[in-house]
């Protein structure tokens, strides 16, 4: 079977790339473009491990086809530190010990990226909605949703 | 498999017709894990999102036109229309989590033919229509008439949902929609409700729409309880009425979210509280078409 190829953005970079048409995105990045902080956990849109920016959008890669993506605009996890310099997202979570395996991070990175791109100073109840659709099954999400509000805080100090 | 993206809905249909079996899809939040359950992978799917016509929110003197594939997110995002039709605007946004949001369509929640799909009451109250394409033009039906039974549609192979109609609310008139799951997000009614009311000046009701999801192979109007309270006041008497009509419409099964005890009675409850929510919303209107919605309860979380 031909295989299809794609060209898109992906953090900042034109990636091209072969790929089978029934192939997730999920997949397709992790596979064919090799960036696998992306994660599946249920393969079912349930977990929000896989959470990618798809042209603004928060969205599961797991329920993407990969040839939906074609010109598409793409950010990863891997896309969230500058260089050297990570995210005040991601230094708040190693700060916070938000993390124990790991597998549900990137997602929530991403997804906690997308909700303080929308609303920098959200309440903690807004980041319990805005994180409804990530689930982590080992901190218990208190540890979470506190180093989200220490990166907000952060970054409107660092801002203002 | 093959993935088609057309760009036109004179180009789907030509696809389609040249392809029976193929399959038509918008953010396939359900269709990729059905498939990952076992449904047989179609040789063809048809990606209906990139036709422009299917995606957007657009409004006139007369009504509303919603693309079938827009993502659900960009119905609640939209503060006229969920000021017109609050309701609508939460069962959208109950579809899944945000992550869902950005795909999720009101096209592919009625297609779909879960008899829970949030969505569908909702729709069915506010009277919405469905404009459906083929080879051989389009025609619209009423929502109500789109799903058949869980999984099936009165959809011919070959056709798709275009658009909703939603026509203006009249004055005094808002909707809610109410749900009951087993956890405080991110799962599956047990029981949905949607409702309409239309008041008259000295604050009876003068029209009412009602229909419940969940407690039957498809969403069902009520039709009883909507003679109940039609022509009269909203009261313990003719609410106790719209209990009962609610709890008889039921024809419900037994599953791991609910009996089919626990459904009837709690349709009965949510029928209620939904009419009670549209009818509270309607008084805070001011004659105007524009639900108040600040001034309405705060259903964000559903049925609590």
Redesign the interface.
Known sequence: MSR?HLTCTINGDEVEFLT???T?LLNALRDDVGLTGVKEGC????C?AC?IM?DG????S????A??A?NADITTVEGLAESDVLHPLQQTFLEGAALQCGICTPGFLV?AK?LLDNNPSPTETEVR??L???LCRCTGYDKIVRSVLDAAAAMNGASS | MNYLAPTSVEEATSLLAEQPGAVVFAGATDVIPQIRAGRPQPDTMVDLKKIDRLVGVAGNDQGWTIGAATPTARLTGNDELTAEFPGLSEAAGLIGSDQIQSRSSLGGNLCNASPAADSVPAMIVNGMRAVIASADGTRTIPVADVVTGPGSTSLADGEFIVEFELDRAPANTADAYLRIIPRTEMDIAIVGAGARITLDEAGNCAAATIALGAVAPTAVRVTDAEAALTGKPINDETLAAVVAAASAACNPIDDKRGTIAYRRQVAGVLAKRAVKAAAERAAATNGSNNGKSSNSPDLSNGAQ
Not at chain 1, 43 to 46: I, L, P, S
Not at chain 1, 57 to 60: F, K, P, V, Y
Not at chain 1, 62 to 65: A, D, K, P, T
């Open positions: 299809t089978e048409a029934d997730s393969g079912t849109g349930d929000g959470s798809l959008q928060l969205t599961n797991c329920l993407v086809f040839p939906e074609q997804a997308a909605y805005a409804a659709g990530n």
